[in-house]
């Protein structure tokens, strides 16, 4: 019986230590610690070296580390598996994969998606990333909506199922991120695309949040008259972007993030701001209400 505890706590703390390694907002790979590959991982023992890390030659030049992968007649991608990308992105607010890029060399070119692994089945980019056609850093964004993704059936890979085919599913319970050169179009799991001959390099990978909501001066993802108030309670202080008060996400809070407030009046997190002519019917709207109440 107490074996059984204990194997039942150990379980517990291990569930509770996945989740906390679970994907995050403004997660970064940097590839800055030597050697340290950061749970990517890729490559074929004769036509494709595992990943390496690089100390030097990165986009901020001497001294930044980078990710480094080659294939000669191969399929170029990493992966990461259950490590630091694995997760619910839908609750961490993750609307986009960001990173750095550079075909170091060549014959080929590099054309990159990215593709999701979860409950919902495999889904791709919609569209390629700009074409890699030579030496020099670039930096990729890659969206996570339903426009930027396509759901790709008819896997072969019995560790990529074709799940329920609904983004939200593979959204909250992401398994798996690949970055691979895919030039035509999203290749199904378990079959290779095209081969090429070249080597990439990859850095500051980053789980990009949802855009902070201009006016929202108290953070409760609604523009209200609330907000005036946080602009007064917190007037004249400083400090990083989108501090309480900070309504137009200046790092200071001041006159204009009345104005903020009011030009952004009845915005919420994940609606488009009010246009100048709707937000002045509102606002008509509500002194006439007001008026009546008044009679």
Known sequence: MKAYIVLLVAGSLLLVTSAAQGVTADQVDDFEIGGDTANWTGGNPIFSPAPSQVPDGGPGGLGD????????????????????????????????????????????????????????????STDLAPTLTGPGWQHLSFGLSAADLTYVPGSTNPQAPDGTGILGDTLSGVTRLLIRHDSVTPTIPGLSPPFITATLGIDNITAVPEPSLLGDANNDGVVSADDYGSVQLHFGDTGDIGILGDANLDGVVSADDYGSVQLNFGATQGMPTPEPATLALLVLGGLVMLRRKRK
């Open 65 to 124: 580390g980078y990710l480094q992968i080659g294939v000669s007649g191969f399929h170029l991608g990493i992966r990461n598996i259950a490590g630091q990308w694995a997760g619910d992105y839908l609750a961490a607010g993750i609307t986009a994969v960001e990173m750095d890029v550079n075909r170091i060399a060549g014959p080929s070119d590099v054309s990159l998606r990215i593709l999701l692994f979860g409950p919902g089945g495999t889904w791709a």
